[in-house]
């Protein structure tokens, strides 16, 4: 029996429809693919354009900065930017004496789905000098900086590090496990405000020698919380900048410092400012344990004199405090730091070398 109209027409049809399918799954990855590579594009374009600007303005502002041809990739998840053998000097109005820093590569990275943040991450064999002093030569597993994308200077980064070797004058050696360091900016703070907070998590430090050999060759950790307030104003040097910060009444509140080395589980807080010779000064509180085998290992490497350990101690152990379930005693006393002497219940207990700010 013949097929009606109706159902030659169904039956021809069922195959257009196919094709339509077929046709609409294969077009969106295609767009898709062609919208991300547009906006790779436009991401690379403005990633280049970006350090080749930095470069200039760095330049401009009397640094010396030398780079190879960088090369784009990253596509499809990211826009990236690497350049070979990059060597930076300069930022002498900022730091003293200024510094100058080299790296065998140098990585610029913008997620296309995250475009706010821009990482640079340094690679390969580098080298730091500060000021006039030697150069440190250094590597790391990893080691990176998120940044923000904007037209001013940034309000925040994040540094990020791991397993960072250095090999310091002298055929010291230095180490470090891990490093997080997190900055919050704002250098036109209003008065009562913070200009920057910092956050610090460090963990497996091998300190340098004679340091190793005092409370032990690995600290366990160390973590920091804080902000600096007062004005940040360039004064012509470093002496004046610093006296410009005092007399604004500039200082450093550390909200939260752990340590935990060999003996010492240390606790506390502080703020700290400038005196009238620019030294440092301040007071502050910290929590102790194993405040014993310390005082004793720092007088055994003359850290202190052995009648400062002795007195401490025993100022110490009348106030310290003796957990009823058998652990070590604990102990907290109020710390000053004036006329560059660190004193614990007005008992000196170390005397800090003088800051020559140039």
Do not use: C
């Not at 606790?267 to 700290?272: D, E, I, M, V």
Request: aromatic share 6%.
């Amino acid at each position: 029996m013949d097929l009606s109209i109706s159902e030659r027409v169904s039956g021809r049809s069922k195959p257009r429809r196919r094709w339509r399918v077929w046709l609409i799954a294969l077009a969106i990855p295609m767009l898709l693919a062609a919208g991300d590579t547009l906006y790779w594009y436009i991401a690379k374009r403005n990633l280049e354009n970006g350090f080749a600007a930095w470069l200039a303005g760095r330049r401009a502002a009397g640094w010396v900065a030398a780079t190879q041809t960088p090369v784009a990739g990253g596509w499809p998840l990211a826009a990236t930017l690497t350049v070979p053998d990059v060597s930076l000097a300069g930022a002498t109005q900022e730091i003293p004496g200024g510094f100058s820093w080299r790296t065998q590569q140098l990585t610029l990275r913008v997620a296309l789905l995250d475009p706010g943040e821009v990482t640079i991450a340094a690679a390969g064999a580098q080298r730091l000098r500060l000021a006039d002093g030697p150069a440190i030569p250094y590597t790391a597993d990893d080691l990176h900086v998120a940044l923000p994308i904007q037209t001013e200077l940034p309000q925040s980064a994040d540094l990020s590090a791991d397993d960072v070797r250095a090999d310091l004058p002298g055929g010291v050696d230095l180490a470090l496990g891990a490093l997080r360091l997190h900055l919050d900016l704002k250098p036109n703070a209003p008065a009562g405000e913070p200009v920057a907070t910092f956050s610090l998590r460090t963990r497996a430090i091998s300190p340098p020698a004679p340091l190793d050999r005092v409370l032990g060759r690995r600290i366990a950790s160390l973590t920091a919380e804080g902000a600096l307030d007062g004005p940040v104003v360039p004064a012509g040097t470093p002496a004046a900048s610093a006296a410009a910060w005092r007399d604004g009444g500039g200082s450093l509140a550390i909200r939260h410092l752990a340590l935990n080395w060999g003996p010492l589980d240390l606790t506390g807080s502080a703020t700290l400012a400038l005196d009238a010779q620019l030294q440092p000064m301040g007071a502050g509180s910290a929590r102790a344990v194993g405040y014993a085998d310390t005082l004793d290992a720092l007088a055994a490497h003359g850290v202190i004199t052995r009648s400062a350990a002795t007195a401490a101690k025993a100022v110490l152990s009348l106030l310290a405090h003796n957990p009823d379930d058998g652990s070590p005693p604990d102990v907290e006393v109020p710390l000053t730091l004036q006329y560059r002497t660190l004193s614990m219940r007005q008992v000196p207990l170390l005397r800090l070398p003088q800051l020559d700010w140039p």
